[in-house]
C-alpha cells in the first residue's frame, strides 16, 4: 500500500528554520519525482517545489525561492524540505506528493502543520 | 506565482452535471493541459484527471476532463452528494519553470 508521511512540522519564529521529511513507503521513490505543496488556513493549493526522481534537477516557486531546499535520499526512500528565514506567509499544512511519469500529483500524504509565530 | 483562475463556487442539483473551469495561458493550460483534484474538508487532495485528462485507476467515470486552448474542463456527472468538495486544477507553467495551481472551486452539491 502506497503511503507518503510528513513530519518535522511544528511551531517556528519568524527568521527560524525548519527540516520537512517525507517518508515513503509501499513504493520505491527512487523512480518518482517529489512536489512539495502547502495550503495555509482557509486557502487554497500553493506549490512550493519539485524534485526529479534522480535529484539532479529541482525547481521552486519565487516566494521561497533561496529560502527552502528540497532534496531527497533514494536510499531511504526519504524526501526533504529545508525551510529557512520563515515568515508568517510560510504558516501552513504542508504536504508532500509524487510524481510518475506525466502522473502529476499522484500520492499525498496527510501533511504536516507549520506554523510561524512569536 | 501567477495562478490558473477558477471560479471560488459552482452549485447543482443532486444526479445534475457540473462543469468547472480552469483558465490560463499558452505557458501552462495551453501548453501541457492541466490535472484535476479534488480536496474534501479536512483531507489531503486527491488527483482526479491528469495530463491528456487521462483518469487514474480507481477514479469514477463520472468525471471527465477536458481542454480547449487555454482553458481546460472538469465535468462531473450524476452529481452525488460525496462530490461537494474543492476542486482544483494545476499546470507545469513553461514560462515560470514551475507548477501553478487555481483558486479552487467549491462545489455545493443541493
Known amino acids: 500500500q502506497v503511503q507518503l508521511v510528513e513530519s518535522g512540522g511544528g511551531v517556528v519564529q519568524p527568521g527560524g528554520s525548519l527540516r520537512l521529511s517525507c517518508a515513503a513507503s509501499?513504493?520505491?521513490?527512487?523512480?518518482?519525482?517529489m512536489h512539495w505543496v502547502r495550503q495555509a488556513p482557509g486557502k487554497g493549493l500553493d506549490w512550493v517545489a519539485f524534485?526529479?526522481?534522480?535529484?539532479?534537477?529541482?525547481s521552486y516557486a519565487d516566494s521561497v525561492k533561496g529560502r527552502f531546499t528540497v532534496s531527497r535520499d533514494n536510499s531511504r526512500n526519504t524526501l526533504f524540505l529545508q525551510m529557512t528565514s520563515l515568515s508568517g506567509e510560510d504558516t501552513a499544512v504542508y504536504y508532500c506528493?509524487?510524481?510518475?511519469?506525466?502522473?502529476?500529483?499522484?500520492?499525498w500524504g496527510q501533511g504536516t502543520q507549520v506554523t510561524v509565530s512569536s | 506565482q501567477a495562478g490558473l483562475t477558477q471560479p471560488p463556487s459552482v452549485s447543482r442539483d443532486l444526479r445534475q452535471t457540473a462543469t468547472l473551469t480552469c483558465t490560463g495561458n499558452s505557458n501552462n493550460v495551453g501548453y501541457q493541459g492541466a490535472v484535476w483534484l479534488q480536496q474534501h474538508q479536512g483531507h489531503p487532495p486527491k488527483l482526479l484527471s491528469y495530463?491528456?485528462?487521462n483518469r487514474p485507476s480507481g477514479i469514477s467515470e463520472r468525471f471527465s476532463a477536458f481542454r480547449s486552448g487555454n482553458t481546460a474542463s472538469l465535468t462531473i456527472t450524476g452529481l452525488q452528494s460525496e462530490d461537494e468538495a474543492d476542486y482544483y486544477c494545476s499546470a507545469w507553467d513553461s514560462s515560470l519553470r514551475g507548477w501553478v495551481f487555481g483558486g479552487g472551486t467549491r462545489l455545493t452539491v443541493l
Open positions: 509501499g513504493f520505491s521513490m527512487s523512480v518518482y519525482g
Open positions: 506528493a509524487s510524481e510518475y511519469g506525466s502522473k502529476e500529483f499522484d500520492y
Open positions: 495530463r491528456n485528462n
Open positions: 524534485i526529479r526522481s534522480d535529484g539532479n534537477y529541482n
